[in-house]
C-alpha cells in the first residue's frame, strides 16, 4: 500500500487530472489530500466534482480541510445558515483569529466581514466557476451573493473535511501543528499557521505554505507539498514512506 499526500489545488482541475493519470492511484493505496481544493484557480466547481467521484470510487481516501473552505462556510453559514446547520465559525472558536481578522466586531457588520476576507482570497473565482457573472460578482456586495449556485452537495463534501489524520508516523494537517499541545485545541494552527517548526515525534506533512522552487520540500520532521498550483506552478502528490512524488 503506498501513503500519498497531495498538495493545495486551488481549482486547478486539469492539473489535478493530469497528475492522477501519473499517479495511478489503486485501491490498496491510501490517499490524503492536504485541503484547499478551492478559490484562486479557474475550476473549484470542477475539482470539487472530481473529488467527490474520488471518494465514491477509493472510499479509504481522506480529505483534509484547508483554510480556503474554512473561509467559504464560515462566509456561506452567516449568510444562509440554513444551508450549514449547527456549523462554527473559526472567528467564534478562536478569538486570535477573530481578533486579528476584526472579525470581533459586534453586531451584523462585523459578521458579514466573513464574506469580504472569503472573497478577496479566491472566492470571486469560486463562484465564477459555478456560473456566476464576473462583472456581477466582483461589484457584489455580502448580501448579493449567489449562494443557490453552489450545489448542497458541495457543502456536505467540504463541510465533512477532517482537520488532521495520523498514521504510520506521520501527521498530515494542512498548515502546522504544535506538537505540545492537543489538536484539537489547536484548530487556527492546522489551517493557517506557516511557522510551526518540524516534528519530532512524528513527521508532519504540510500544504498552505507555497515553496519558492516549485519543488516540495524534505525536512527532518517535515514534508512541505504545496508546490504552487494556487499561484500557476506545479501541483504535486508524493509517496510519503519513500519520499518518491509526482508533478502536473
Known amino acids: 500500500m503506498r501513503l500519498i499526500a497531495i498538495g ?5 482541475l486539469q492539473k489535478l487530472e493530469r497528475l492522477m493519470d501519473k499517479v495511478r492511484p489503486t485501491e490498496r493505496d491510501r490517499l490524503v489530500f492536504l485541503g484547499d481544493y478551492i478559490d484562486r484557480g479557474p475550476d473549484s466547481k470542477g475539482v470539487v466534482d472530481f473529488l467527490i467521484r474520488f471518494a465514491a470510487c477509493c ?16 462566509a456561506m453559514v452567516t449568510e444562509v445558515p440554513d444551508r450549514l446547520p449547527g ?18 466586531t459586534a453586531g451584523k457588520e462585523g459578521i458579514r466581514s466573513d464574506v469580504r476576507i472569503w472573497m478577496r482570497n479566491g472566492g470571486a473565482e469560486m463562484l465564477m466557476s459555478y456560473g456566476a457573472d464576473e462583472k456581477r460578482i466582483r461589484s457584489a456586495d455580502e448580501r448579493s451573493i449567489p449562494w443557490h449556485l453552489v450545489p ?6 467540504l463541510r465533512q473535511t477532517r482537520l488532521w489524520h495520523r498514521q504510520d508516523g506521520f501527521l498530515f494537517v494542512h498548515a502546522g501543528a504544535d506538537e505540545g499541545k492537543p489538536l484539537e485545541k489547536q484548530i487556527h494552527t492546522l489551517l493557517w499557521e506557516r511557522f510551526c517548526p ?24 517535515r514534508y512541505s507539498l504545496d508546490t504552487g498550483a494556487g499561484n500557476g506552478r506545479k501541483l ?9 512524488f509526482w508533478q502536473a
Open 8 to 12: 493545495d489545488i486551488h481549482g486547478q
Open 59 to 74: 472510499p479509504q481516501t481522506i480529505f483534509l480541510r484547508g483554510n480556503h473552505e474554512q473561509l467559504f462556510l464560515d
Open 87 to 104: 456549523w462554527e465559525r473559526l472567528a467564534d472558536l478562536c478569538r486570535h483569529y477573530a481578533h486579528m481578522t476584526g472579525l470581533a
Open 152 to 157: 448542497q452537495t458541495h457543502v456536505d463534501f
Open 198 to 221: 518540524p516534528g519530532k515525534a512524528e513527521i508532519h506533512v504540510v500544504g498552505h505554505n507555497p515553496t519558492p522552487d516549485g519543488q516540495p520540500h524534505f525536512e527532518s520532521g
Open 236 to 244: 504535486t502528490a508524493c509517496n510519503v514512506s519513500i519520499r518518491e
